[in-house]
């Protein structure tokens, strides 16, 4: 089945300590892409790739880091959490990125930083 | 001005009606549109894209109005199963010059029994 798949679905986190948020997606997608739901706010991207050794930062890239070493996975680094990055995180994937092409997301992170 | 903005409503419809909602968008150099749909703290859901002519799919109506600078949603005969939060997405320009996709902060339908 063709899927982007994110874990954890749930994750509770201190101040500091640093957490990864993984992605991977199956269907050979040169695209994928990072965004936090925050109420009020909509989805916002975090950082996206084009393809593999490619990242750009998106509309809010500060206190995350991505790496995109092979076409499937492309996970999210917090490197030292703050309670601001509580949010509902979502993967996102496409085949090439242009903006009329449908997104594929994954079923997202629930993150709470205490 | 939001680059994309929504009523959040919430729509409260009974079962069976025809219910109708607006997006504006800001960049009048958007070309792509689309509607989501997103259930409760789940993943969106493409929709439906919505094209320059209009476009209908099934029980969905999607229009663009480029002088006016909004697209439309129109859900006819809804069903329970309609109840979601409905996201209006543009392609526009980012800070860094590259084209993105910008997401609404949803309109919040809830189908009545």
């Known amino acids: 089945e063709a899927q982007v798949t994110q874990n954890p679905r749930y994750l509770i986190t201190v101040t500091g300590k640093k957490l990864t948020v993984t992605c991977s997606q199956n269907m050979n997608h040169e695209y994928m892409s990072w965004y936090r739901q925050d109420p009020g706010l909509g989805l916002r991207q975090i950082y996206y790739s084009m393809n593999v050794e490619v990242t750009d930062k998106g509309d809010v890239p500060e206190g995350y880091k991505v790496s995109r070493k092979e076409k499937r996975n492309f996970p999210l680094i917090l490197e030292s959490p703050s309670p601001n990055q509580t949010s509902l995180y979502f993967c996102a994937s496409s085949f090439s990125g242009t903006a009329n092409e449908k997104l594929f997301f994954g079923s997202g992170t629930q993150l709470s930083v205490l | 001005r939001k680059e994309v903005e929504q009523d959040p409503g919430p729509f409260n419809v009974p079962e069976g009606a025809t219910v109708a909602f607006n997006c504006t968008y800001s960049n009048s150099a958007s070309q792509s549109f689309f509607w989501y749909r997103q259930d409760c703290r789940k993943e969106p859901k493409l929709l439906m894209s919505?094209?320059?002519s209009g476009n209908e799919d099934g029980r969905f109506t999607a229009q663009l109005n480029r002088a006016s600078q909004y697209i439309s949603l129109l859900i006819r005969d809804s069903k329970l199963s309609d109840s979601a939060t409905y996201l209006c997405v543009v392609n526009s320009i980012s800070n860094f010059g590259n084209e993105k996709l910008t997401f609404g902060t949803g309109t919040r339908l809830t189908i009545i029994p």
């Open positions: 919505v094209y320059s």
